[in-house]
């Protein structure tokens, strides 16, 4: 499916995991999925990833905003996380400028 990707392969050898109650909070997803060592039980995933933080430094602001411009504008700013694609490009462009901006105004 579109926009669908594997976040970790329990299950290496065959078959899946059948993960389901999916359940985030704070960057962390609690889940159910089976492997073949315990059965079914509770797993967790902490990320870092913040989509529209293009600076890396965990918040949306108006930095991340600041290096977007710079790229739309050809400059090439160091220090760019590729999580911070909000639209599934794997670019940084308009979608997270206004991503930024929307974030920025609730």
């Known amino acids: 499916e579109a926009g669908t990707v594997i976040v970790k392969d329990i299950r290496l050898d065959r078959g899946g995991?059948?993960?389901?109650?999916l359940i985030s909070?704070?960057?962390?997803?609690?889940?159910g999925a089976a492997d073949d060592?315990?059965?079914?039980?509770?797993?967790?995933?902490t990320t870092d990833k913040v989509p529209g933080d293009v600076d890396g430094?965990?918040?949306i602001?108006?930095?991340?905003?600041?290096?977007?411009?710079?790229i739309l504008a050809g400059?090439?700013?160091?220090g760019i996380y590729a999580d911070a694609d909000t639209d599934g490009d794997g670019k940084i462009g308009f979608a997270e400028l206004g991503y930024i901006l929307k974030k920025l105004s609730e």
């Open 57 to 59: 430094n965990g918040a």
């Open 25 to 31: 909070v704070n960057r962390t997803l609690f889940f």
């Open 75 to 78: 400059m090439q700013p160091e």
């Open 37 to 45: 060592t315990y059965g079914y039980e509770l797993w967790m995933m």
């Open 61 to 70: 602001d108006l930095r991340d905003a600041a290096t977007v411009l710079k």
């Open 17 to 21: 995991s059948y993960p389901s109650g």
